[in-house]
């Protein structure tokens, strides 16, 4: 079964960068939308940026990520990425890979984890 794998994660310094990536292991046809999620300890999976549509590359943020996190993608290699800038202590969390196909098959990854200290 093909899953989604990240990479990127690790121990970073509060005002540093890290820049996630995903992708499939195998191919996954129809592409719709790629996105992150992270979990931070003890609280619940919330959103940080998704590509609505990989056609017309329209994108959603958390609100606490505005303005220092930008999502993009690599059609052709069905590749998300994920540039994180000014780190905070607060991003601190499991990040999460997700894709969706035309199909309406939702995949995820086994998460990559970021924490930043302060």
């Known amino acids: 079964q093909v899953q989604l794998v990240e990479s990127g994660g690790g121990l970073v310094q509060a005002g540093g960068s890290l820049r996630l990536s995903c992708a499939p292991s195998?191919?996954?046809?129809?592409?719709?939308?790629m996105g992150w999620y992270r979990q931070p300890p003890g609280k619940q999976r919330e959103l940080v940026a998704v590509i609505i549509s990989v056609k017309s590359g329209s994108t959603n943020y958390g609100e606490s990520v505005k303005g220092r996190f930008t999502i993009s993608t690599d059609i052709a290699k069905n590749t998300v990425y994920l540039q994180m800038n000014s780190l905070k202590p607060e991003d601190t969390a499991l990040y999460y890979c997700t894709a969706t196909n035309l199909r309406s098959q939702i995949y995820w990854g086994q998460g990559t984890q970021v924490t930043v200290s302060s």
């Open positions: 195998g191919s996954i046809d129809n592409m719709y939308n």
